[in-house]
């Protein structure tokens, strides 16, 4: 009775305890309990993360035909998202042209703001391709309002 109200206010348990035996290093996946509601699938804490720490190293990790992300990757997904919502490049999801001004903008202001708050923070390099990026949007959104009249 005490476990499932533990479940239901969102409590979780974890021992870490590093002097188990190898059987009790193997809980169900999940919720950590036996009798796991996904079927009890066991894992082994020791294995997957022997520090104790389970810090995740997927926003590092190349996906499959994927580059790996870091600070360039991420200016570079701004620098695209951007491109598309001021009409300089088909939208890969329709198929055609999406003009957000608006947005375009916002995306911008998102760009000034990281180039603010990381400043003295960037190598060389990441430093000239925020700022030529970002300088490259801003001129592109003027020619676009310009259009637009």
Request: hydrophobic letters at 30%; a negative charge.
């Amino acid at each position: 009775m005490t476990g499932e109200n533990d479940r239901e206010k969102g409590f979780k348990v974890e021992d870490r305890r590093t002097s188990r035996t190898a059987e009790e290093k193997k809980e169900p996946a999940g919720i950590g309990e036996e009798g796991a509601p996904d079927g009890g699938e066991t894992v082994d804490r020791a294995e997957a993360d022997p520090s104790g720490k389970e810090e995740s190293k997927a926003h590092t990790a190349p996906t499959e035909g994927m580059p790996p992300i870091d600070f360039s990757t991420f200016v570079f997904s701004l620098f695209h998202s951007a491109l598309i919502q001021l009409g300089a490049m088909e939208d890969p999801a329709s198929g055609g042209e999406a003009k957000n001004l608006d947005a375009a903008k916002q995306t911008i202001d998102i760009l000034n703001v990281i180039q603010e708050k990381t400043e003295g923070n960037l190598t060389d390099e990441e430093q000239k391709f925020l700022e030529s990026a970002t300088a490259e949007l801003k001129w592109k959104f003027l020619n676009a309002v310009k259009e637009k009249g």
